[in-house]
């Protein structure tokens, strides 16, 4: 059984930084392309940041620059590094694999960003 298990998040001031992680069970990670999403309150779920399993990466033009997005073969984990994290950042955070037609999500984890 695939499961995805994000973890990091939590309460961050203006300027900090976290690091997310997605562990990845039930499935050889390094295959496939894995997904960070984020959906604040009211707002539909957008893409973060993606890595395939040749290591290529994507942003959303808000993080570009921000945020890093990794991937630890070994450990079966994605990992995203978010530095200069302002109010806008605050959202929960999911990780995303797809195996054929059938999606893979995370739990989620909560990041908020505030003073």
């Known amino acids: 059984q695939v499961q995805l298990v994000e973890s990091g998040g939590g309460l961050v001031q203006p300027g900090g930084s976290l690091r997310l992680s997605c562990v990845g069970s039930?499935?050889?990670?390094?295959?496939?392309?894995v997904v960070w999403y984020r959906q604040a309150p009211g707002n539909q779920r957008e893409l973060v940041a993606s890595?395939?399993?040749?290591?290529?990466?994507n942003y959303a033009d808000s993080v570009k620059g921000r945020f890093t997005i990794s991937r630890d073969n070994a450990k079966n984990t994605i990992s995203l590094q978010m530095n200069s994290l302002g109010p806008e950042d605050t959202a929960v955070y999911y990780c995303?694999?797809?195996?054929?037609?059938?999606?893979?999500w995370g739990q989620g984890t909560q990041v908020t960003v505030s003073s």
């Open positions: 995303k694999t797809s195996r054929g037609l059938t999606e893979y």
């Open positions: 039930g499935m050889i990670f390094s295959l496939y392309t």
């Open positions: 890595i395939n399993s040749g290591g290529s990466t």
